[in-house]
């Protein structure tokens, strides 16, 4: 089997549509994928109506999380997108994602790059918007080469020129929410040190002791020594260990399938989880 659990689509900041993930997901192979896109479930809905059979859905969200002054993300799986609390949280993440961007696009414009709340909505094209659209924005006005060139100091990065905060859920609550809605939680590459300040691993026990199920290992932003650091702490830990793209479409580099998830992990994932429960494709058109 080959598994991905961790997808975007244009319901937040990737660029193929629910439905074309779910097709693109078939077409290289995948047997499981997963949509996390930031915050949001809307996706939801397309990507099960469109789900080619043999490609099996785990529904999912990436939550944006703060702790120590370190943001952080958090991968939920198969948690009740219906269950209050959790839905109130992620409505208050979202709804402060507008007056964030355009905080940024002020910024830019002080610092001379044009960037306008037109062309961000533009891009977003009715996802949730983030970092990413405006870092589009600065490549179609050539200020960078790419996305990931953005995610500096000198733009976009934690703490850079141009960077503003959001509503950031804590995490032992975001921990604490997903698991009453019958959740699986897993930090999202956590060693992704190019992103700005990591947590600290005295923090991940932390986690781990809250209920935090497993770490994000095989990752695009992680080396080689970083992989294996964090295998050893999520061994010392009992966490489960996953790979995923985080695919964003033509946004990012990275292809569908890059790195994958033991069979036997994403087992332990359904096996823990109570909310809800992987969708299997049934030839959507």
């Known amino acids: 089997m080959r598994i991905d659990l961790h997808c975007h689509s244009t319901a937040s900041d990737g660029t193929d549509t629910p439905a074309e993930l779910v097709r693109n997901a078939a077409a290289c ?22 789900l080619p059979g043999g490609l099996t859905l785990v529904t999912g969200a990436e939550l944006s999380c703060r702790v120590d002054g370190v943001s952080m993300h958090l991968l939920a799986y198969l948690f009740d997108p219906e269950e209050p609390a959790l839905l109130a949280e992620r409505e208050l993440v979202r709804d402060d994602r507008v007056p964030r961007a355009k905080g940024m696009i002020a910024k830019l414009g002080a610092l001379g790059v044009p960037v306008t709340w037109e062309q961000v909505e533009r891009i977003a094209a009715g996802g949730s918007v983030g970092r990413p659209h405006v870092a589009t924005a600065l490549v179609e006005l050539g200020v960078v080469p790419t996305v990931s060139d953005a995610f500096t100091e000198e733009w976009l990065a934690d703490g850079g020129r141009a960077y503003v905060e959001k509503h950031e859920t ?16 897993v930090f999202a590459h956590p060693a992704a040190a190019k992103r700005g300040r990591t947590v600290p691993d005295f ?3 932390e986690l781990a002791e809250a209920g935090l199920d497993g770490i994000e290992v095989d990752h695009m932003d992680h080396d080689t020594d970083a992989r294996e650091r964090l295998r050893g702490l999520a061994k010392e830990l009992d966490l489960l260990v996953t790979g995923s793209s985080d695919y964003h479409g033509s946004r990012k580099t990275v292809s569908l399938g890059a790195y994958t998830t033991d069979p036997e992990v994403y087992g332990e994932i359904t096996r823990r989880a109570t909310g809800a429960f992987p969708v299997p494709g049934a030839g959507g058109a």
Do not use: N, S
Not at 31 to 50: K, M, N, P, Q, S
């Open 203 to 205: 923090r991940i026990a």
């Open 29 to 50: 192979g995948l047997d499981v994928v997963a949509l996390t896109d930031h915050d949001t479930t809307r996706g939801y809905a397309e990507a099960i109506a469109a």
């Open 170 to 185: 804590d995490p032992f609550e975001a921990i604490r929410l997903v698991k009453a809605a019958g959740g699986v939680c």
